[in-house]
């Protein structure tokens, strides 16, 4: 069965900063890069960041490069997201999945909600 639990997620105000951490099932995880997307109210679910499984190669979207940091630990089936500087568009639902989404984007965990206030 395949699994994806975000957690970390908060109100926060502007500038301050969160941390998201995702476990995904083995079969998502493995041999995959993964990602960090996330969705506003109102908007397309839209890729934050993804890394390859080597862990050196990485991509951010424009509007959080240099705020945002992915990392991973194969060892753990862990992907986590550090946010900082946040801004009040960081407000959205994150999720995790791999890069692209597995199964097509049909498979999704519940989100962890960031609320930047301003």
């Known amino acids: 069965q395949v699994q994806l639990e975000e957690s970390g997620g908060g109100l926060v105000q502007a500038g301050g900063s969160l941390r998201l951490s995702c476990t995904a099932s083995?079969?998502?995880?493995?041999?995959?890069?993964m990602g960090w997307y996330r969705q506003a109210p109102g908007q397309e679910r839209k890729l934050v960041a993804f890394?390859?499984?080597?862990?050196?190669?990485?991509n951010y979207a424009d509007l959080v490069k240099g705020r945002f940091t992915i990392s991973r630990d194969n060892a753990k089936n862990t992907v986590t997201l550090d946010l900082n500087n946040l801004e009040p568009e960081d407000t959205a639902v994150y999720y995790c999945?791999?890069?692209?989404?597995?199964?097509?984007?049909?498979?999704w965990g519940q989100g962890t909600q960031v609320t930047v206030s301003s």
């Open positions: 999945n791999s890069f692209p989404p597995w199964y097509g984007g049909r498979v």
């Open positions: 890394i390859f499984e080597d862990g050196a190669r990485i």
């Open positions: 083995t079969i998502v995880f493995r041999n995959n890069a």
